[in-house]
C-alpha cells in the first residue's frame, strides 16, 4: 500500500522519514525516506534483515526516537519532531511496547510491573490493582501476582510484559521480536495473544525477522537499507 | 490527589532502598555520624554555655553591680601604722542614684565586713551583709525558715539577722532556733529566718551572696560595727574607712541598663578622685557569654558542615553508581511513557530519604551521646529544639543538593541506548 492521498483510514502515517546519526564519524541513514501508512486495526509485521532499519523505524513509530526530517503523522498530529515531555505523554496514553527482552523491573513484583503504567498515569493504588489483576487474568497469571521476574519462564515473563503494554488501554502495540527469547511453543502462545488483541481492535506493529511468525501478521512490510523493499513486502 | 502521589513516591523510593538494606545503610552512614557528632557537639556546648549564662542571670539582667574596691596607690602607704584609708562608696552615692536617675527601680545598699559569730556552743566566721529588706527583691531567695528582713526592722532599727542555709547548718541553727539570739561580734541578734543562698561566680562578678552570710538591717551594722574596718595582712593592721561596699541598682526596662549604667559612671567620677569603685553589668557579661556561645556555635557548625559535605558526597557517589546499574530500568520507565521530571523525582526521592534517614538515626544517636557524658561524668548537657532542627533541615538539603545531580544523570539516559543496556 503505497502513500496516496490523505485518507482517513491512514491513521499513522510516515511521510518521506528519514533518520540518520554518525556512529564512528560515518553518517548512518537508518530510514532512508520511509513512506508508508497504516490503518486503523491493522496487523502488521515489520521484517528485514538486522541493520535494515526496522528497529529504528519501531523506535520512531513508538515515539521513543524523533525524525531528522520527514513527517510522522499520528491520528493527523505530527508527531515527528514534538518535545520529549509530549512525547513521553503520548506513549503513556496510547502506545503499548513488547520487547524481546520482556524488560521487566526486575526487583518490582509481577503486580507493580503491570500497575507501571497506571502510576505513571496517577491512578490510585486500589484502581492500579484491580486493573492489574483482571490484566494478569487475561494473559494467565492471576497465580503469580506477588512473583518476582526472576521466579518466572520466559514464556511468562513475555505475558507480564502484555499485561503491562495493555495497562494504559492503548490504541497501538509495538512489539519488538516478541518471540526472540522464547520457544517455539511459548511463542505461538504470545503470538495467539497478539492475535486476539489484533481481533479486539489493537493496531499491532510487530518487528521479527521471522518469516513463520510474521505469517501471523495481516499485512507485512520488508526493510532494507533503511528503505521499503515493496516487491518483498506484502499487503493484502 | 497531590500529597497521596507524594507519600506513593516516598513509599516506592523506601522500597526500593530496602531491596539494597546493607548499600543503603553503609551510604547513609556518613550523614549519621555527622548528624550525630552536630547534635552530640551542640548539645555538650549548649550545657556548658547554659550554665555560665544561668550563673549570669542569677545576677539580674536588669541590674548595675558598683562595688568599692581598694584604689592601687593606697597600697603605698599602708606601712604606716596609724594610715587610714578611706575609699568606695558613700551614703551620699546611693542617695544620689536614688535620686538622679529616672529609670532605676530600686538600689540595694551592702555593708559587709567579716565577724565572729556564736549560737549556743558553736562559733563560726560569717560575712555580716548590713542591708535592706530590697535585697531579698532583688534577688529572690527561698526562704527555709523564718522571713527575710522587712522595712520595719530598718524603721525600729531592730537587730534582727537571716542566717543562709550553710551558715545555719554550721552554727547548728534549725527551724526551732528562730527567734532565738545569737551574738554578732559583741551584740546579740535575733536570729528571723533562714534562706537559701544564690552563691557562685559569673564571669568576673562575684555572685552577691555568699554562703556564709547573715543579713541584717544596714542601720544597725552602721551602728552596731561603724564604718572603719580593721583588717589584719601579714602581721599589720589595716585600717580602713568604707562606707558601703557595695550598691545593687535594679533598672526598670532592660534596654534602660546600659544608659543608666553610664550616668551612674558619669555621676560617681564626678565625685570619686580616685577610680575606688567598680561598676559591672551583668547584662554585658551576658551578652559578652552569648556572642562567645554564637562564636562557638560557628566553630561547631563548620565542623559539622563538613562532615555533613563528606556524607553527602558519598551518597552522590553510591547514587550515581544506582544510576548506571539502573540505566535499563530507566529506559523501561521513559518508554512507558514516564517524563523526565518523574524519573528526576523518583531518584531525587530517593536520595532525600537515605539522607534524611541517616539524619534520623544520626539524631538518635546524637541524643544518646550526652545522656551518657551526663550520666557518667555529671558534665550538663542540653539538647534544644534547634539543635534537633538544623542537622535534621541540613541532611534534608544534603539530600535535595547531591541528589539534583546522579537525578539529572537518571533522567537525562536516552531510553532507546538504556533499553540496549545490559
Request: overall charge positive; aromatic content about 6%; hydrophobic content about 40%.
Given at each position: 500500500?503505497?502513500?496516496?492521498?490523505?485518507?482517513?483510514?491512514?491513521?499513522?502515517?510516515?511521510?518521506?522519514?528519514?533518520?540518520?546519526?554518525?556512529?564512528?564519524?560515518?553518517?548512518?541513514?537508518?530510514?532512508?525516506?520511509?513512506?508508508?501508512?497504516?490503518?486503523?486495526?491493522?496487523?502488521?509485521?515489520?521484517?528485514?534483515?538486522?541493520?535494515?532499519?526496522?528497529?529504528?523505524?519501531?523506535?520512531?513509530?513508538?515515539?521513543?526516537?524523533?525524525?531528522?526530517?520527514?513527517?510522522?503523522?499520528?491520528?493527523?498530529?505530527?508527531?515527528?519532531?514534538?518535545?520529549?515531555?509530549?512525547?513521553?505523554?503520548?506513549?503513556?496514553?496510547?502506545?503499548?511496547?513488547?520487547?524481546?527482552?520482556?524488560?521487566?523491573?526486575?526487583?518490582?513484583?509481577?503486580?507493580?510491573?503491570?500497575?507501571?503504567p497506571l502510576h505513571y498515569l496517577g491512578w490510585d493504588e486500589e484502581k492500579s490493582s484491580v486493573r492489574a489483576r483482571e490484566l494478569a487474568e487475561r494473559v494467565g497469571l492471576s497465580e503469580r501476582l506477588h512473583h518476582r521476574p526472576a521466579e518466572l519462564s520466559g514464556g511468562q515473563m513475555q505475558r507480564v510484559a502484555i499485561a503491562r503494554a495493555l495497562a494504559n488501554d492503548p490504541q497501538i502495540i509495538v512489539a519488538d521480536e516478541p518471540t526472540g527469547n522464547l520457544d517455539t511453543t511459548t511463542g505461538a502462545q504470545i503470538l495467539e495473544l497478539l492475535a486476539q488483541l489484533h481481533r479486539q481492535g489493537k493496531t499491532i506493529l510487530m518487528v521479527t525477522h521471522e518469516p513463520d511468525i510474521a505469517k501471523h501478521a495481516e499485512k507485512r512490510l520488508y526493510m532494507v537499507d533503511g528503505k521499503i523493499d515493496w516487491d518483498r513486502s506484502m499487503a493484502p | 490527589m497531590k500529597r497521596t502521589r507524594i507519600v506513593r513516591n516516598v513509599s516506592l523510593g523506601v522500597e526500593n532502598l530496602l531491596l539494597h538494606k546493607l548499600r543503603s545503610f553503609l551510604t547513609m552512614l556518613g550523614v549519621v555520624f555527622g548528624v550525630g557528632s552536630v547534635v552530640a557537639m551542640l548539645s555538650v556546648g549548649e550545657g556548658a554555655s547554659q550554665e555560665a549564662l544561668e550563673q549570669i542571670r542569677k545576677l539580674g539582667s536588669n541590674n548595675i553591680l558598683i562595688s568599692s574596691i581598694k584604689p592601687t596607690e593606697e597600697n603605698a602607704n599602708s606601712t604606716?601604722?596609724?594610715?587610714?584609708?578611706?575609699?568606695?562608696?558613700?551614703?551620699?552615692?546611693?542617695?544620689?542614684?536614688?535620686?538622679?536617675?529616672?529609670d532605676i527601680r530600686r538600689s540595694v545598699p551592702v555593708k559587709a565586713m567579716r565577724k565572729d559569730s556564736r549560737l549556743g556552743g558553736r562559733s563560726l566566721e560569717l560575712r555580716v551583709v548590713g542591708t535592706t529588706s530590697a535585697w531579698f527583691d532583688v534577688v529572690p531567695r527561698q526562704v527555709v525558715a523564718g522571713r527575710v528582713l522587712l522595712p520595719r526592722d530598718q524603721t525600729h532599727r531592730s537587730p534582727v539577722a537571716v542566717l543562709t542555709e550553710f551558715g545555719a547548718r554550721k552554727l547548728l541553727a534549725t527551724e526551732g532556733t528562730i527567734g532565738q539570739s545569737?551574738?554578732?561580734?559583741?551584740?546579740?541578734?535575733?536570729?528571723?529566718?533562714?534562706?537559701?543562698?544564690?552563691?557562685?561566680?559569673?564571669?568576673?562578678?562575684?555572685?552577691?551572696?555568699?554562703?556564709?552570710?547573715?543579713?541584717?538591717?544596714?542601720?544597725?551594722?552602721?551602728?552596731?560595727?561603724?564604718?572603719?574596718?580593721?583588717?589584719?595582712?601579714?602581721?599589720?593592721?589595716?585600717?580602713?574607712?568604707?562606707e558601703l561596699h557595695q550598691i545593687i541598682v535594679e533598672v526598670d526596662r532592660t534596654e534602660a541598663v546600659e544608659a543608666v549604667a553610664s550616668g551612674i559612671g558619669t555621676m560617681l567620677k564626678r565625685f570619686h578622685k580616685k577610680a575606688d569603685y567598680i561598676i559591672s553589668i551583668p547584662l554585658a557579661l551576658l551578652q559578652e557569654a552569648e556572642a562567645t556561645k554564637r562564636r562557638f556555635n560557628i566553630v561547631l557548625g563548620s565542623i559539622a558542615g563538613i562532615s555533613l559535605l563528606v556524607g553527602g558526597i558519598g551518597i552522590m557517589n553510591i547514587m550515581l553508581a544506582s544510576v548506571t546499574e539502573r540505566t535499563r530500568e530507566i529506559g523501561i520507565r521513559r518508554a512507558i511513557g514516564a517524563k523526565k521530571m518523574q524519573?528526576?523525582?523518583?531518584?531525587?526521592?530517593?536520595?532525600?530519604?537515605?539522607?534524611t534517614v541517616g539524619g534520623l538515626i544520626g539524631l538518635g544517636i546524637g541524643v544518646l551521646i550526652p545522656f551518657l557524658i551526663t550520666y557518667f561524668s555529671g558534665m550538663p548537657t542540653v539538647i534544644t529544639l534547634s539543635g534537633i532542627l538544623l542537622p535534621i533541615s541540613i541532611s534534608l538539603t544534603i539530600g535535595l543538593i547531591f541528589g539534583i545531580y546522579p537525578a539529572t544523570r537518571a533522567a537525562g539516559v536516552d531510553p532507546i541506548v538504556a533499553l540496549r543496556h545490559e
Amino acid at each position: 500500500m503505497k502513500p496516496s492521498e490523505a485518507d482517513l483510514s491512514e491513521w499513522i502515517r510516515l511521510d518521506q522519514a528519514r533518520k540518520s546519526y554518525r556512529m564512528g564519524g560515518q553518517q548512518v541513514h537508518a530510514l532512508a525516506g520511509v513512506s508508508v501508512s497504516f490503518s486503523r486495526g491493522d496487523f502488521w509485521a515489520i521484517m528485514g534483515p538486522s541493520g535494515s532499519g526496522k528497529s529504528t523505524l519501531m523506535n520512531v513509530l513508538g515515539c521513543l526516537d524523533r525524525l531528522t526530517s520527514g513527517k510522522y503523522l499520528l491520528d493527523g498530529r505530527d508527531v515527528s519532531r514534538l518535545s520529549d515531555d509530549v512525547r513521553s505523554e503520548i506513549r503513556l496514553r496510547r502506545i503499548g511496547f513488547i520487547f524481546q527482552s520482556f524488560h521487566l523491573i526486575p526487583q518490582l513484583t509481577v503486580q507493580r510491573n503491570i500497575e507501571l503504567p497506571l502510576h505513571y498515569l496517577g491512578w490510585d493504588e486500589e484502581k492500579s490493582s484491580v486493573r492489574a489483576r483482571e490484566l494478569a487474568e487475561r494473559v494467565g497469571l492471576s497465580e503469580r501476582l506477588h512473583h518476582r521476574p526472576a521466579e518466572l519462564s520466559g514464556g511468562q515473563m513475555q505475558r507480564v510484559a502484555i499485561a503491562r503494554a495493555l495497562a494504559n488501554d492503548p490504541q497501538i502495540i509495538v512489539a519488538d521480536e516478541p518471540t526472540g527469547n522464547l520457544d517455539t511453543t511459548t511463542g505461538a502462545q504470545i503470538l495467539e495473544l497478539l492475535a486476539q488483541l489484533h481481533r479486539q481492535g489493537k493496531t499491532i506493529l510487530m518487528v521479527t525477522h521471522e518469516p513463520d511468525i510474521a505469517k501471523h501478521a495481516e499485512k507485512r512490510l520488508y526493510m532494507v537499507d533503511g528503505k521499503i523493499d515493496w516487491d518483498r513486502s506484502m499487503a493484502p | 490527589m497531590k500529597r497521596t502521589r507524594i507519600v506513593r513516591n516516598v513509599s516506592l523510593g523506601v522500597e526500593n532502598l530496602l531491596l539494597h538494606k546493607l548499600r543503603s545503610f553503609l551510604t547513609m552512614l556518613g550523614v549519621v555520624f555527622g548528624v550525630g557528632s552536630v547534635v552530640a557537639m551542640l548539645s555538650v556546648g549548649e550545657g556548658a554555655s547554659q550554665e555560665a549564662l544561668e550563673q549570669i542571670r542569677k545576677l539580674g539582667s536588669n541590674n548595675i553591680l558598683i562595688s568599692s574596691i581598694k584604689p592601687t596607690e593606697e597600697n603605698a602607704n599602708s606601712t604606716n601604722p596609724s594610715f587610714m584609708s578611706i575609699y568606695g562608696l558613700t551614703y551620699a552615692d546611693q542617695n544620689r542614684i536614688d535620686t538622679g536617675f529616672r529609670d532605676i527601680r530600686r538600689s540595694v545598699p551592702v555593708k559587709a565586713m567579716r565577724k565572729d559569730s556564736r549560737l549556743g556552743g558553736r562559733s563560726l566566721e560569717l560575712r555580716v551583709v548590713g542591708t535592706t529588706s530590697a535585697w531579698f527583691d532583688v534577688v529572690p531567695r527561698q526562704v527555709v525558715a523564718g522571713r527575710v528582713l522587712l522595712p520595719r526592722d530598718q524603721t525600729h532599727r531592730s537587730p534582727v539577722a537571716v542566717l543562709t542555709e550553710f551558715g545555719a547548718r554550721k552554727l547548728l541553727a534549725t527551724e526551732g532556733t528562730i527567734g532565738q539570739s545569737f551574738r554578732i561580734g559583741g551584740d546579740t541578734f535575733e536570729i528571723v529566718g533562714i534562706v537559701r543562698s544564690e552563691s557562685g561566680q559569673a564571669g568576673s562578678i562575684q555572685v552577691p551572696d555568699q554562703e556564709v552570710d547573715v543579713y541584717i538591717p544596714i542601720e544597725v551594722a552602721q551602728s552596731y560595727f561603724g564604718d572603719v574596718f580593721t583588717k589584719r595582712s601579714s602581721g599589720t593592721f589595716i585600717r580602713e574607712r568604707v562606707e558601703l561596699h557595695q550598691i545593687i541598682v535594679e533598672v526598670d526596662r532592660t534596654e534602660a541598663v546600659e544608659a543608666v549604667a553610664s550616668g551612674i559612671g558619669t555621676m560617681l567620677k564626678r565625685f570619686h578622685k580616685k577610680a575606688d569603685y567598680i561598676i559591672s553589668i551583668p547584662l554585658a557579661l551576658l551578652q559578652e557569654a552569648e556572642a562567645t556561645k554564637r562564636r562557638f556555635n560557628i566553630v561547631l557548625g563548620s565542623i559539622a558542615g563538613i562532615s555533613l559535605l563528606v556524607g553527602g558526597i558519598g551518597i552522590m557517589n553510591i547514587m550515581l553508581a544506582s544510576v548506571t546499574e539502573r540505566t535499563r530500568e530507566i529506559g523501561i520507565r521513559r518508554a512507558i511513557g514516564a517524563k523526565k521530571m518523574q524519573i528526576l523525582v523518583q531518584f531525587l526521592i530517593e536520595t532525600v530519604v537515605l539522607s534524611t534517614v541517616g539524619g534520623l538515626i544520626g539524631l538518635g544517636i546524637g541524643v544518646l551521646i550526652p545522656f551518657l557524658i551526663t550520666y557518667f561524668s555529671g558534665m550538663p548537657t542540653v539538647i534544644t529544639l534547634s539543635g534537633i532542627l538544623l542537622p535534621i533541615s541540613i541532611s534534608l538539603t544534603i539530600g535535595l543538593i547531591f541528589g539534583i545531580y546522579p537525578a539529572t544523570r537518571a533522567a537525562g539516559v536516552d531510553p532507546i541506548v538504556a533499553l540496549r543496556h545490559e
